[in-house]
């Protein structure tokens, strides 16, 4: 069975810290796939990285980074000088290859204090 | 940007009535799907479609059923609101991805829906 988990529930942390969003994932599929969304307060869930299970190198995409380790299925979202508009809910999903469903994670709230 | 649209945003309505969630897509995706939102930031799936005239039930019970007549169109309806329906619905899409490769899903604003 599929399974994410998100153990933080929610942060806060002082503008231009930096924050990890930690994601343990668990999937019997050696082929798999891992999202990240933000959910900002306007409440659409946008889209910021896909990794398949293949594809282990770590990406970096401005203030954004991720590490993905499948040695203990983790894929950890690392926001680097944190600003007050990266306040949001987070969530990590992983879909398998079999079906198309996208299981979430329960979503870590970050909150950026100015 | 995602050009998935979901109408009302907001509906506050009594119990025992009728309602429709309506959702959209101009992208030409096959994929749609319903995810149910609680206060707590769960998502849970309801509901979800492969193409037109496929309809599977989710991860969690519901009393809400869909349908998928078209592509771009996958309305959710409630027969008889109850309080217990109340929640944030979001609906979403993807593509239907070649050789297996699996495409991020786009989401719409979502539908607050209170039961009185």
């Known amino acids: 069975a599929q399974k994410v988990t998100q153990a933080q529930t929610e942060i806060s942390v002082v503008e231009k810290e930096d924050v990890t969003l930690d994601c343990v994932y668990e999937?019997?599929?050696?082929?798999?796939?891992l999202f990240w969304y933000k959910q900002p307060p306007s409440g659409e869930l946008v889209f910021l990285i896909r990794?398949?299970?293949?594809?282990?190198q770590n990406e970096i995409s401005g203030r954004y980074s991720w590490n993905f380790q499948k040695s203990t299925s983790s894929f950890n979202f690392t926001i680097t000088a944190s600003q007050v508009v990266d306040s949001a809910v987070y969530f990590c999903?992983?879909?398998?290859?079999?079906?198309?469903?996208?299981?979430f994670g329960k979503g870590t709230r970050l909150h950026i204090l100015p | 940007e995602a050009d998935i649209y979901q109408t009302p945003r907001y509906l506050v309505i009594g119990t025992g009535k009728k309602i429709t969630l309506e959702c959209s897509q101009t992208?030409?995706?096959?994929?749609m799907y319903w995810y149910q939102q609680d206060p707590g930031m769960e998502l849970h799936l309801i509901h979800y479609?492969?193409?037109?005239?496929?309809?599977e039930k989710g991860d969690l019970s519901s009393e809400s059923t869909v349908s998928r007549i078209r592509t771009e169109h996958f309305p959710l309806t409630l027969e008889s609101a109850r309080p217990s329906h109340t929640s944030q619905y979001l609906c979403?899409?993807?593509?239907?991805?070649?050789?297996?490769?699996?495409?991020?899903?786009?989401f719409g604003e979502g539908s607050r829906l209170t039961v009185l």
């Open positions: 992208m030409g995706h096959d994929k």
């Open positions: 990794r398949n299970s293949f594809d282990e």
């Open positions: 979403a899409s993807s593509e239907g991805g070649s050789s297996g490769i699996k495409r991020e899903l786009f």
């Open positions: 999937t019997r599929d050696t082929t798999y796939y």
């Open positions: 479609s492969y193409g037109v005239n496929s309809t």
């Open positions: 999903a992983l879909s398998d290859h079999r079906d198309d469903k996208i299981i």
